[in-house]
């Protein structure tokens, strides 16, 4: 079976996807799509596409207080930073870290991301690291185990803005989802802007991504593949 439709444990991103497409033909899709982007700006329905791209991977509900708030690993220190904002705002009374997630310096000498979370004022009693995570689906099976183990109701998930709708469908589409109430919330100090990605490298080759991310998980579960992960 080929590598790019098999996730049973590889999931969305295997390593032979991630190596090829985003170290190296994202280098040479995104100047192409920024300057493409650029010059369909200046047309007011080409503006509204433009827009509505960025927009569509941005996936928010309304914050309600609950159980665990799940941080998902892999992206931007400011996943972590946020998860931990709203544990000192009293949303959530437990933090679940999935695997490493980007150091950043907010805390001296650039600690791990547990330390990173006690720094930022949650309890370390409070908190539940997970380091089995491979990729995004994988952390999805996490947080309805997680949920299930510790017989709670409902959780928060942090993760970065553009992250959020491909994260929201796996978990959609798993089998337990409707026996938790999951709430996804972007995080708030990520730079991704949607409304103007086009204008910045980064934001333009994560945008790529996870298009390319989402046409890959939906083949995937066209096939049935996930069916055996979940």
Not at 72 to 80: D, K, P, Q, T, W
Not at 101 to 123: C, D, F, H, I, W
Not at 136 to 153: A, G, M, Q, R
Request: with cysteine; aromatic share 12%; charged share 25%.
């Amino acid at each position: 079976k080929s590598c790019f439709l098999n996730f049973g444990k590889i999931g969305t991103e295997p390593m032979v996807v991630r190596k090829i497409i985003k170290k190296s033909l994202l280098r040479l899709i995104s100047p192409f799509v920024m300057l493409t982007a650029r010059l369909l700006e200046k047309k007011k329905n080409s503006y509204i596409l433009l827009t509505r791209l960025g927009n569509y991977l941005v996936y928010r509900n309304k914050l309600k207080v609950s159980d665990v708030i799940v941080v998902l690993g892999g992206g931007s220190a400011e996943r972590v930073r946020t998860g931990a904002e709203l544990y000192r705002n009293g949303w959530a009374h437990k933090l679940l870290i999935c695997k490493s997630v980007a150091k950043s310096k907010l805390s001296p000498g650039n600690t791990k991301t547990t330390q990173e979370a006690v720094y930022l004022g949650v309890r370390a009693k409070d908190i539940i690291h997970d380091n089995s995570p491979f990729n995004t689906l994988d952390e999805i099976n996490i947080l309805v185990k997680t949920l299930i183990k510790l017989k709670l109701d409902s959780a928060i998930v942090v993760s970065d803005a553009f992250h959020t709708r491909r994260a929201s469908i796996l978990y959609r589409h798993h089998p337990k989802h409707r026996n938790f109430r999951v709430i996804f919330y972007p995080a708030k100090y990520n730079q991704f802007n949607p409304q103007m990605w086009w204008h910045n490298k980064e934001d333009t080759k994560n945008l790529i991504y996870e298009y390319i991310a989402i046409i890959v998980m939906f083949v995937n579960f066209y096939f049935g593949h996930y069916l055996k992960s979940f």
